[in-house]
């Protein structure tokens, strides 16, 4: 294979930062879907150049990077499986599996049977969330088992109703997931190096969205979207701090929430968008409704905020794909409809990346004044739901059951 040209390369500034060219956990470095980097591409080229593709079992969950190799988790027939892979060639390093039947919910056999959840990657360690609930961790390095959960008995299921997709974080030596089932579940934080709980949650059941940590009004908080609730946590304790009500039909809510300054943003299916500011007030907690847009309305896809631009992909008109300002919720732009189902949003660059689960990828200027592709490329021939990632060697695709590497020349 010729050697590839970098689709983007930058360094951070900053000495806890990842390497601009690591992407490790959902959504990438800061849960947020933007890419460390800051290549300026003033063009895009008519078609991306093929570089290795391995296949490598079925499943949505999202590949990440870490010092030059991809792990990934995915499925094999009653398996789930762990495995890391060569950034540069695509050789398959090491792999570990565990046997993992699993009976899909009728309602949701078109999204087979996992694994949904995106691993992450944390002091030399990958942590993997099952979706019939097994936590695992396993050495990074050479793919040893380091300790496994799987709750059972711990509550009335050990998986919600569609399976768990929940992606889970490491905040200061402490794993966060939410486990159990429909009505009965708990946040949980585990000790990253025993999976001993440290403390636990029980207010809700889990939902489908992944959590993301932020100091707000001087408190470090874990906030998500459980079955019932976008809830904010004391992430250092486990206590609860506020919540604001949010249920949708099909009790799907799938939306990694964004902050915005001490503002908290989410949506659901057919729940628009809205935004809340967490206070602080005399010993406890409230939230006040910052604005609320019905305009568009997000469901399975998370939106990217950039420039104090919320840009995301709306399930209303058979999918669109829309920009609206944070600060105020006005609509800036949205796309034409029939885009898809889902859509998976990276910001790289100055550029925004957008693939459908049709595998289609389009590149569109961020700050742009409307919808006006700069490229679009075809990137497999199976449905994609995984997140693209940019690395310095090119662009990371999951399909089905294939993963491949794309050059950008």
């Known amino acids: 294979m010729a050697r590839p040209t970098a689709i983007l390369v930058a360094l951070l500034t900053t000495a806890e930062a990842p390497m601009a060219a690591d992407w490790p956990q959902w959504r990438g470095p800061n849960r947020d879907g933007r890419a460390a980097l800051a290549e300026r591409r003033t063009a895009w080229p008519a078609a991306l150049r093929p570089g290795w593709k391995v296949t490598v079992g079925l499943g949505h969950s999202s590949p990440i990077v870490q010092d030059g190799r991809v792990y990934l988790f995915s499925r094999e027939g009653d398996e789930e499986v762990a495995a890391a ?3 540069a060639t ?3 390093l090491w792999r570990q599996s565990y046997p993992t039947p699993y009976t899909m919910n009728p309602a949701a056999t078109g999204h087979g049977k996992g694994p949904k959840s995106t691993p992450v990657w944390s002091g030399g360690r990958l ?17 040893k088992l380091v300790w496994r959960r799987d709750f059972q008995g711990q509550h009335r299921s050990t998986a919600p109703l569609y399976g768990v997709a929940l992606s889970p974080l490491v905040d200061k030596g402490l794993l966060i997931l939410h486990v159990g089932g429909h009505d009965d ?5 585990l000790d990253v190096a025993t999976g001993a709980t440290r403390w636990a949650w029980k207010g809700s059941g889990p939902g489908y969205a992944s959590p993301v940590v932020a100091e707000l009004g001087g408190t470090r908080q874990v906030i998500l979207q459980t079955q019932t609730h976008l809830a904010g946590l004391d992430a250092a304790r486990g206590a609860l701090l506020w919540s604001v009500p949010i249920t949708t039909p099909y009790d799907q809510n799938a939306i990694t929430p964004v902050v915005h300054g001490q503002t908290v943003i989410y949506s659901g299916l057919e729940q628009g968008i809205r935004a809340v500011r967490v206070v602080p007030r005399g010993g406890s907690w409230a939230t006040e409704e910052a604005w609320r847009n019905g305009e568009v309305s997000m469901y399975l896809s998370s939106p990217v905020l950039e420039g104090g631009l919320l840009y995301g992909f709306s399930h209303r008109h058979k999918g669109e794909f829309f920009c609206l300002e944070a600060e105020t919720g006005r609509l ?12 998976a949003l990276v ?18 200027r961020l700050g742009a004044d409307g919808f006006v592709p700069l490229a679009t490329f075809t990137v497999a021939a199976s449905p994609t739901w995984a997140h693209p990632v940019p690395t310095e060697q090119g662009l990371l695709i999951k399909d089905v059951d294939s993963l491949a590497l794309w050059n950008i020349e």
């Open 127 to 143: 942590y993997t969330f099952g979706i019939a609930g097994t936590v695992s961790c396993f050495e990074a390095a050479a793919g």
């Open 85 to 87: 892979f060569e950034l």
């Open 347 to 364: 910001a790289a660059g100055r550029d925004l990346l957008l693939l459908t689960d049709e595998a289609k990828l389009t590149v569109v």
């Open 90 to 92: 695509g050789k398959r």
């Open 185 to 189: 579940g708990a946040l949980l934080a």
């Open 332 to 343: 800036r732009w949205r796309s034409e409809g029939r885009q898809g189902e889902n859509a």
